[in-house]
């Protein structure tokens, strides 16, 4: 059974402060996609990362794949109260999406 | 581009009844389509592949019969919840694989917060 391990499941912090999010898992995944999703709504895709050691940034958001395509990060820069949410991992593999438990980051003003 | 839409938003409906959830992909064409269930401050868990033209594919412990799943278009499938019971209450998301997209990208419904009373 494929696992993605995410932590922290929950983390609350002032705004301007930095913050990472990990998903880890033993097995190599084809892809590994990050979604943040607000309550009371479906997850909204923010970056899909292909290829090992690959970064790639959005904003204040970093996501970066590690090399072995096992593990992944989100690291948020100078966090701020619209960056609330859930944030949710997921590793594709053999056409499955493993999902991770989610994240729920709180950015107090 | 890959917008999804679900319908209803909201439902309540009582004990032994049946409800129907509708998911569309507006802009694209979804061969498979994707049902999940979420408990609050949870993750989402899969109940089941829709493939149009074909039966679904159900997660282990999901009971088909009661969640009945059509994927009769390349734009639309639906999820009835027969004889719904107080357990079955949650909130359901769909979401659909846009072929001309990554392999595993999904885009999501807004979701059904469904509660039976």
């Known amino acids: 059974t494929q696992l993605l391990e995410q932590s922290p499941q929950f983390l609350s912090i002032q705004e301007g402060e930095n913050l990472t999010v990990y998903c880890n898992s033993s097995s190599v995944f084809s892809s590994l996609q990050w979604y943040r999703q607000e309550p009371g709504e479906g997850p909204v895709l923010l970056v899909t990362v292909v290829t090992g050691g690959e970064v790639k940034k959005l904003k204040r958001l970093t996501f970066q794949f590690g090399d072995a395509r096992k593990d992944s990060s989100l690291h948020i820069t100078a966090a701020q109260p619209g960056d609330t949410g859930l944030y949710l991992c997921a590793g594709g593999n053999n056409y499955q999406l493993i999902w991770g438990a989610g994240t729920k980051l709180i950015i107090k003003p | 581009g890959a917008v999804v839409s679900q319908h209803p938003s909201r439902v309540i409906c009582k004990s032994g009844t049946s409800v129907k959830i509708e998911c569309r992909s507006l802009d694209f064409q979804a061969t498979t389509m994707f049902w999940y269930r979420q408990f609050p401050k949870q993750s989402l868990m899969l109940m089941a592949t829709?493939?149009?033209?074909?039966?679904?594919?159900?997660e282990q412990g999901v009971e088909k019969d009661k969640f009945l799943i059509n994927h009769a278009s390349l734009t639309l499938s639906t999820l009835t919840v027969t004889s719904a019971h107080p357990e079955d209450s949650s909130f359901y998301i769909c979401?659909?694989?846009?072929?001309?997209?990554?392999?595993?990208?999904?885009?999501f419904g807004p979701g059904t917060r469904l509660t039976v009373t």
């Open positions: 979401s659909a694989r846009d072929p001309n997209g990554g392999a595993y990208e999904q885009y």
């Open positions: 829709s493939n149009e033209g074909s039966k679904a594919t159900y």
